[in-house]
């Protein structure tokens, strides 16, 4: 086989042409295309300056990048925050016959952070800042989310050190007053960051970022189901979001047809030291969210409409390793596998040496997925980046697994979504092939490789 130059840059997941990303931001369904601000260095590969870039797209897959949409100031950094279109001019920013868009960010400055408005008129290309205005006086006050609710509106957002979530309402998005606050609860460990909260199917979640305190290391991602009243959020249950590393301050969609999550694919453990360039930092899949009893149910909300490029099974492959087709090598695909590990093991591994030596290896054994990027390639630019990531499943002989590989990532959905995992990998160029291998006890039932041409 004959090795291509692969770059780390992915296909089917947005990245910055150039520069440092981390949080989606702003996240909205609006004038018929999805909007994807995002925190930005517009000057180099690491975090500062912040100011929030911005891509959008009509299907969650092929992404524009447009100018910078919000830029620090000698006075501010533009830190996290969201959008909501104002249809009915409550804050008198735009006119009645052109409602305008608003945003709300935290001014990140010495010593204090508080949230700030900016419009724009223009659908989200061009916005105006309009100042502070909530302040709590304190210095870890950030990353508001607002949405509407009945005939007003409601803002969240984390005193991050506290570990709470405060709420407010407001008639206008410009005078807010305290409503209650949430937490801690959850996991006991880290800061807290990026809340959202949002109905889906007759109940209200919140997902929340934290950071460190993930079971897999540094910074992960837990969600609470709960019952919202207009004041309160109360929690009957929680879980993490994400089991893998890569899984960070994913917040939801406003105005989008139904309800679809977006992440920043990186830790902050290592983020920093990622190796692409003239970029670093990308976002997930986009996720189509449902609930299941007490679980939130995550699905890529990419539409592929393609049939699978290769199917077989059932295989008996004991310890032999196959390779999946060559046309898989070395590009984005879909990987669907249905297996039954019995008191065996079934391993999946992406990006892969020929022999199977170096690779990304997606392991199932009854009870258990795993993802282990020991070998992934280029694992040395941070100590704490090697790593397996381990997710338990139900009870159960057949296991599914939906995989999604990019060029230099792979999502794991298991137990049509109730469980996840996310992580970035940096293979070297000669590391391109898929290779399916078991151990005696187990049967790989079937599965099916779609290439997403790109
Ligand atoms: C989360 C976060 C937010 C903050 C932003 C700054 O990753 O720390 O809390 O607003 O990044 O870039």
Known sequence: MTSTALSTRPAVHFAPKRNWMNDPNGLIHHGGRYHLYFQHNPYDGDWGHMSWGHASSSDLLEWTEHPIALLHDENEAVFSGSIVFDAQNSSKLGTTERPPLIALYTSARQGSQAQALASSTDGGETWV?????????????????VFRYLDHWILIAVEALDRQVHLFRSDDLQNWSPLSVFGPAGAPQGIWECPDLFPIDGRWVLVLSMNPGNPAGGSGMQYFIGDFDGTTF?????????RGRDFYAAVTVSDAPAPVLIGWMSNWDYAHAIPSSPWRGSATLPRRLELRGERLVQRPAVNLAKAPHYS???????????????????????IKLVARPGRGVVELVLRASPDGSVGTTVRLVTGEVSLDRRRSGNIGFSETFASVSKAPLAPGETVEIDVWIDVSSVEVFAEAGAVTITEQIFPADENTTVLLRSTEDAVVQSVEVTVIER
């Not at 800042?129 to 989310?145: A, Q």
């Not at 060559?326 to 590009?331: F, P, Q, V």
């Open 129 to 145: 800042k309009r100042g502070i205005v909530l302040d709590r006086g304190t210095t870890d006050f950030r990353d508001p989310k």
């Open 234 to 242: 109360t929690a009957t249950s929680w879980d993490w979001l994400d």
């Open 312 to 334: 077989a099974g059932p295989l008996a492959l004991s310890e032999v390793a196959v390779p999946l087709p060559e046309d898989a090598h070395g590009r984005a695909a879909r």
